[in-house]
Nanobody, 116 residues
Framework: QVQLVESGGGLVQAGGSLRLSCAAS????????MAWYRQAPGKQRELVAA???????NYADSVKGRFTISRDNAKSTAYLQMNSLKPEDTAVYYC??????????WGQGTQVTVSS
């Protein structure tokens, strides 16, 4: 059974930092592209950042220079370091494991709230 379990969300003031973790089980973690998405109330889910099995990263323009995605294959865990947080970063953040020609796996989400 595949499980993606996010943690690290919470309430932080603008300008602060949070580190999200996504612990995966039931998959061969190292071959998956890991991604973080977010969904704010009333908005569509959007891609925040992704890291391929080879370590290539990409980011949404809105978070470039502030967020860093990383992975630890030995721990089957992906991370999202979020610095200089803004109120507009407030959303539920979801972890996703992706593999070409396969349906993605999703975590349950973790709430991030940034107060002004």
């Amino acid at each position: 059974q595949v499980q993606l379990v996010e943690s690290g969300g919470g309430l932080v003031q603008a300008g602060g930092s949070l580190r999200l973790s996504c612990a995966a089980s039931g998959i061969t973690f190292s071959i998956y592209t890991m991604a973080w998405y977010r969904q704010a109330p009333g908005k569509q889910r959007e891609l925040v950042a992704a890291v391929t099995s080879g370590g290539t990263t990409n980011y949404a323009d809105s978070v470039k220079g502030r967020f860093t995605i990383s992975r630890d294959n030995a721990k089957s865990t992906a991370y999202l370091q979020m610095n200089s947080l803004k109120p507009e970063d407030t959303a539920v953040y979801y972890c996703s494991a992706n593999r070409i020609r396969y349906s993605p796996y999703w975590g349950q989400g973790t709430q991030v709230t940034v107060s002004s």
